[in-house]
């Protein structure tokens, strides 16, 4: 089984900082990639960034250049920094890994439960 483990939501004031942290955890082969996911009341789940094995990140254009994904793979954790946050940044936040249960087989995507990121003005 796989687990996925957010934390470091909360609540910030505009143009403030924060940590978010997502463990993997359970038996698995390898993981391909892991990234971040933002879902605001009444709008559809959106990309927010992502990292692969190889350290290839992609971000979404609202967000480049005040946040930063990172990635510790010994530790089977991403991070995703978040800076100059606005009100428009507030939304539950879903950290998603792709991963191989075990050598060879196909590649999934595994969610964790969100973390609620409020953004004040």
């Known amino acids: 089984q796989v687990q996925l483990v957010e934390s470091g939501g909360g609540l910030v004031q505009a143009g403030g900082s924060l940590r978010l942290s997502c463990v993997a955890s359970?038996?698995?082969?390898?993981?391909?990639?892991m990234g971040w996911y933002r879902q605001a009341p009444g709008k559809r789940r959106e990309l927010v960034a992502t990292i692969t094995s190889d350290d290839s990140r992609s971000y979404a254009d609202s967000v480049k250049g005040r946040f930063t994904i990172s990635r510790d793979n010994p530790k089977n954790t991403v991070y995703l920094q978040m800076n100059s946050l606005k009100p428009e940044d507030t939304a539950v936040y879903y950290c998603?890994?792709?991963?191989?249960?075990?050598?060879?087989?196909?590649?999934?995507?595994?969610w964790g439960q969100g973390t609620q990121v409020t953004v004040s003005s």
């Open positions: 359970g038996t698995f082969f390898s993981i391909r990639a």
């Open positions: 998603n890994a792709v991963l191989l249960r075990f050598e060879g087989a196909q590649a999934r995507g595994y």
